[in-house]
């Protein structure tokens, strides 16, 4: 039985092999040393773009256009992965080797303070753009500690989608502004099938987003100015009550703790909620003949909050400079080209992406495509950003860990909310 | 071979096997071998070796994670000892790594312990000649042939609250949140992807097993079931014990379903290999590293143990007891037959 044991011996040797590929994967975090990068936006030459897939295609042709342009300063286009964490992932990587194969980085609003902490990314001068001209709220979330490090280039803003025809039903003109105007409009209508309001709680980002547009919509904060947590306070209190009570009264479905943007999509088109808070993307799929049986039948409105209109939270992205790139003053210009007003009217255009341009929501040819933009503009005036943190990923891991617990009813919203406080506390404390 | 012995000293150039070079030879061949394998045991050092010691040491290290006045990061990784250890066994990553620790060995226990049986069923089925028997083999291996990450996504849906599983249960069961319908769900899915795996390796050994020991029995009054339980199975015993190591060491390590299917920060499924990701994924590479070492020891023991507990003793038994077992089994049959 001699071949036995060695067939044993290689079995384990493969075995242990691959646990350790788990345990070398994470071994090439490297050494760091003082980085020996300058913040000066000098020399010219081929550079890159590393974002996420570009899935209309209208990125490479702008990119194209600029290349006509400018031939001895040609883009090329890196399409990392489409979730976000893989894109973070590799750009995160490609920082810590110090590599030069990303030049311009297009980053989620919510990792503006993590490179720029790190020194991954080279602050800008905010001469050099006309910030004026964006929405306010947008230009807060390529900051950190006040100094420009990215230029917003897509924004994003959650909405109230809600159903005309129930609202009908209900005896009201008006989609409402506050919470409680909603739940009375919810009361009147008597249909068994209808839950009136849902949004994003499964465990992910989605309930960061959810959980912080709650807290602000009641005048609370989850992260102040200065970077720190206070969310064990009265306003956050009635932000995340105002979930937890939907959940036990049922006016949010149950099911809603596993929705995505996508699941919570196709509960709205089966008819199953009346208001749904979501992104704008929905707007065009759910006026699609075909699985919607919505469509022509709802609209779009302002989050209500607590005693007026709602704070939603920012997404988008934005343009920042690797560090560790080449010829930095073409990726200065080849991002004032992709962030002005020819460039995001095509983008809007061909993708439905919201700019961060303020005057393209007035535009009028513009509207008549996207008739919910003069909504979103109001909605990006009065948004806020996620927590602006260096340790962000821990950050929205403390609030979903607890939200969650929370709205699953493991823990009482006080609980949650003092628990949330004290763990933030924790991951803020060096700043 | 005497002969070659007797006629070969006569021929200069060739090795003789004198008793003053016998000692000689194989010492020389040893070189060789050493020198042909040397490319190999480059690679492996280069590949398995270099790894294992970076991340031993990158797990007595920390990043800094401070910030200076300017708000930047104060960089440079700083040796801290066992600190990251400490951490894990009593530290803040405690509940976490317990948790994680419990969850890792019940769905290796569990899942190892269906598939091996359910596997083991599908092999003596498929063992069987029938009528399409090519084509029942070709399809149990399709789970299998998915990758793990694509299975996992289609289970997805079919746990989503609206999705298959509950329409056919009839009920609205919410898989997918924190709870122990979470942990059934990744045992359903795994069970459905590896069990095949199981049951091709035990048919392999199956296929070992001479028909005429079956006959034999068979011929000497052995019901179906102490066929199997005397013959079938501690003939087959050294295949499956394979095949259930490999799966052990397979189940330790998942990561990819529970990630995909229930989501990456649900603690009733999150495995050791889910907390290290994490922890790299939050640039605490040190910590990460000293998780992936606990979880390779912890795999490393296990196995062991393994081998040592039932491998050993296959050994063994499978050397004396294979006649006797044999024998031992004709004879409990002419028993039986005399006294029935």
Known sequence: MAPLTTTMRHAIAIGSMAALVAASAVACGGDEGSSGTSDELTGRGPITLAQGKDTSGNLQKQIDDWNAQHPNEKVRLIELPEDADGQRQQMVQNAQAKSDAYTVLALDVVWTAEFAANRWITRLPENQFNLGSLLPPTVKTAQYRNRLYAVPFKTNAGLLFYRTDLLKQAGLDEPPKTWSEMTSACDKVKDEGVACYGGQFEKYEGLTVNFSEAVHSAGGVVVNDQGAPNVNTPQAKQGLDFLAQGFKSGRIPKSAITFKEEEARREFEKGGLFFLRQWPYQWALSNTKGDSKVVGKFDVAPLPGANGPGAPTLGGYNLAISSFGKNKATALDFIKFLTDEQRQRQNLLATSEAPTLASLYDDAELQKKYPYLPVLKQSLLNARPRPVVVRYGDVTKAIQENAYAALSGTKTTDQALADMQAKLTELTKQQ | ?340
């Not at chain 2, 898989?175 to 979470?182: H, N, S, V």
């Not at chain 2, 499956?240 to 989501?263: K, S």
């Not at chain 2, 889910?274 to 040190?286: I, Q, T």
């Not at chain 2, 499978?318 to 029935?340: D, F, H, I, N, Q």
């Open chain 2, 1 to 340: 071979m005497a002969t070659t012995i007797a006629t070969a000293p006569e021929q200069p150039g060739s090795a003789p096997p004198s008793p003053a070079r016998r000692g000689g030879a194989p010492e020389r061949s040893g070189r060789l071998a050493a020198l042909l394998l040397s490319p190999t045991f480059a690679v492996l050092a280069l590949v398995v070796g270099y790894p294992i010691l970076a991340a031993l040491r990158e797990s007595l290290y920390r990043r800094g994670q401070g910030l200076d006045e300017e708000g930047f990061v104060v960089q440079g990784d700083r040796f801290s000892g066992l600190d990251n250890y400490l951490d894990i066994f009593t530290g803040s990553g405690a509940p976490v790594f317990w948790g994680a620790l419990w969850n890792t060995t019940f769905f290796t226990v569990t899942t190892v312990a269906i598939e091996t049986v359910i596997g083991m069923c599908m092999a003596l089925i498929m063992h069987r000649a029938f009528r399409g028997r090519a084509l029942v083999r070709a399809s149990v291996l399709v789970p299998w042939a998915i990758p793990t990450a694509v299975s996992a996504l289609m289970w997805r849906w079919t746990f989503q609250a609206d999705g298959v599983a509950n329409a056919l249960i009839g009920r609205e069961v919410l898989w997918t949140t924190e709870g122990l319908q979470a942990k059934f769900a990744v045992i359903i899915a795994d069970t459905w992807k590896t069990a095949p795996f199981v049951g091709l390796l035990v048919l392999a050994g199956l296929q070992l097993i001479p028909q005429d020991v079956h006959e034999a029995a068979r011929v000497d009054g052995c019901g179906a079931w102490q066929r199997f339980w005397r013959i079938t199975l501690p003939l087959v015993k050294p295949v499956l014990l394979v095949a259930v190591l490999f799966r052990l060491l397979d189940a330790l390590r998942m990561f990819d379903l529970p990630f995909v299917l229930i989501g990456a920060d649900k603690e009733s499924v999150r495995t050791l290999s889910m907390v290290a990701f994490d922890e790299a994924s939050n640039l605490r590479y040190g910590s990460a590293a000293a998780y992936s070492t606990v979880l390779f020891l912890y795999v490393a023991a296990i196995a062991f143990a393994f081998v040592k507990l039932l491998g050993a003793d296959i050994l063994g038994d499978m050397r004396e007891a294979k006649p006797k077992r044999g024998l031992r089994a004709r004879r409990a049959g002419k028993r039986k037959g005399v006294t029935s």
